[in-house]
């Protein structure tokens, strides 16, 4: 899989988040023939906004990573900036999971959609027994579903003129009333459609980066 060599530069303390990987699996077929690409690796300093040095490799550490799939566990590599006056460091993630998160965002969508549909988070903590790093606690599930909802909230307008600028002739399916989130589900099986760079990225996988972007 070919990198597109851009980075979403995020206002994290300690993180930035990759923007063209889509799956764990692609993730580590990239990395594990040899790390972060040489020309994928951050081109600034999140902390002290110096673009003259590369930042250096500093090693990588362990993360568990729950998919609806199975339990997989990946390397997040660190850099760290060599100006003397700045010497910090600088994880980068990739964006199928969340800062200080293991469970990737297409669980958090199965639950937003689910939910959305009428069912309880009683009754969906009890199903998420099945998941991999199931069960899942109900304040654990309304932590996510609460989150997603403050930001969407928060970018609504935004998202709505996105789509809408590049895909002005998408079916708006007039008459028909939905919730904030069943609109954007399905106007993102149309774009998926006719988007092949789409096609199997999943509404919050591509929400998440542009939220942060």
């Known amino acids: 899989m070919a990198a597109s060599s851009s980075y979403f ?14 799956d764990v699996q692609s993730y580590l077929d990239l990395v594990l023939q040899g790390g972060i690409p040489e020309e994928d690796r951050p081109k600034q300093c999140p902390h002290c906004g110096q673009k003259d040095q590369l930042l250096h490799r500093h090693g990588t550490y362990p993360r ?3 998919t609806l799939e199975k339990e997989w566990t990946i390397p997040v590599f660190r850099f760290y900036c060599p100006l003397p006056t700045c010497k910090k460091t600088v994880c980068i993630i990739p964006s199928f999971i969340q800062k200080h998160q293991q469970v990737a965002l297409d669980i958090q969508e199965e639950i937003i959609q689910s939910q959305d549909e009428g069912e309880s988070l009683a009754a969906l903590s009890k199903k998420t027994g099945s998941l ?8 654990t599930l309304w932590r996510w579903t609460k989150g ?3 930001r969407l909230d928060g970018f609504e307008g935004k998202v709505w003129e996105w789509i809408l600028v590049r895909f002005p002739h998408l079916s708006l399916l007039e008459g028909q009333t939905f919730s904030k989130w069943k609109w954007f589900f399905k106007l993102w099986e149309q774009i998926q459609k006719r988007q092949t760079e789409f096609k199997n990225v999943p509404f919050l996988h591509w929400f998440h980066r542009f939220s942060r972007s």
């Not at 530069?9 to 889509?22: G, L």
């Not at 991999?132 to 304040?139: C, R």
């Open 64 to 66: 568990k990573v729950f």
């Open 148 to 150: 997603w909802k403050v």
């Open 132 to 139: 991999p790093g199931g069960s899942y606690s109900e304040k």
């Open 9 to 22: 530069q995020i206002a994290f303390a300690n993180f930035m988040v990759m923007e063209w990987i889509q």
